[in-house]
């Protein structure tokens, strides 16, 4: 399941026993990333919750992501 946040810090984090990581740069623009991966960020204070847009939002938002 994915969650939105916006990323004070940037942020890596890899799942316990599992080969998947994740990263996310610190940025204004809410992204969208694994809610497990969101709430590890939030308990430590590299992100703040954001609450899920609408799709048209969801995917002007998108747009204005950098690509990795």
């Not at 984090?13 to 994740?22: D, E, G, L, T, V």
Request: hydrophobic share 35%; charged share 25%.
């Amino acid at each position: 399941m994915m969650a939105w946040a916006v990323f004070r810090k940037e942020s890596n984090w890899a799942r316990p026993n599992s080969r998947f990581s994740f990263n996310a740069h610190a940025s204004e623009i809410p992204q969208q990333r694994p809610r497990d991966f969101v709430d590890y960020c939030v308990a430590n204070g590299l992100a703040e919750h954001y609450p899920p847009p609408n799709k048209e939002t969801a995917a002007k938002i998108r747009k204005r992501q950098p690509k990795n």
